[in-house]
């Protein structure tokens, strides 16, 4: 039976810091709370998932030399939606989320190198939750490097939320209302395409 057999869209969450009580974690949890879904919850650090060594074994074979994320790509492939939470590091992702975007060159090579148009049959909504110590930083960076990786796996960045300034209780932004009206159209999302 296919995680996504049942009656509710299923959602794969990914948080990509390591701090389980961090601002990015909690606004997961704010923005998953307003959906109707099932969650299949990863943690970039508790996975352990080995960096891409560029062995471009994907370019001979649709898949990946390495097998400890073949669990990952099974639900990643199932999945109606993928919510992304994490802090921004340096510009980017922390190098165990890095490392997650990284290894999806199996579809990039399967699209390119196979010929397989596309990899991933299925078209999902991507949620990506921000948390950043700069009151300066919008997100940019890390949507961009996403967006890049998107187009080769089906997936479409529909919304964006950005925590900033966190560094100082005085710059911190206010994200409550965002969660709440994207949440509603990530979820209306899933009801017109589920
Ligand atoms: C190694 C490291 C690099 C960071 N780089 C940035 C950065 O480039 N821009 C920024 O705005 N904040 C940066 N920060 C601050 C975090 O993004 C910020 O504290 C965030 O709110 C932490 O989220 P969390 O509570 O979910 O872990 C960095 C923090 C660390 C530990």
Redesign the pocket.
């Given at each position: 039976m296919s995680i996504t057999d049942g009656m509710k869209p299923v959602i794969m969450t990914i948080?990509?810091?390591?701090?389980k009580?961090?601002?990015?974690?909690?606004?997961l949890r704010r923005f998953t709370r307003e959906l109707d879904v099932r969650l299949v919850e990863y943690s970039a650090y508790d996975s352990g998932f080995a960096p891409c060594t560029d062995c471009r074994a994907c370019r001979q074979f649709e898949g990946c030399a390495m097998d400890d994320m073949d669990g990952f790509f099974a639900d990643f492939e199932a999945v109606d939606g993928i919510v992304i939470?994490?802090?921004?590091?340096?510009?980017?992702f922390?190098a165990p989320m890095k490392a997650i975007l990284d290894r999806m060159q199996r579809y990039y090579s399967a699209r390119f190198f196979l010929g397989k148009r596309p990899p991933i049959v299925k078209r999902r909504p991507v949620a990506l939750l921000?948390?950043?110590?700069?009151?300066?930083?919008d997100g940019e960076t890390a949507s961009r490097q996403l967006e890049r990786i998107f187009t080769v796996t089906n997936c479409e960045l529909v919304s964006r939320i950005v925590?900033?300034?966190?560094?100082h209780p005085f710059t911190r932004s206010e994200t409550e209302g965002e969660i709440l009206r994207k949440a509603a159209e990530f979820g209306a999302w899933l009801t017109v395409h589920h």
């Open positions: 948080t990509g810091g390591p701090r009580e961090g601002d990015s974690a909690g606004m939470a994490s802090p921004v590091y340096n510009m980017s922390p921000l948390s950043a110590g700069s009151e300066e930083e925590l900033f300034g966190t560094d």
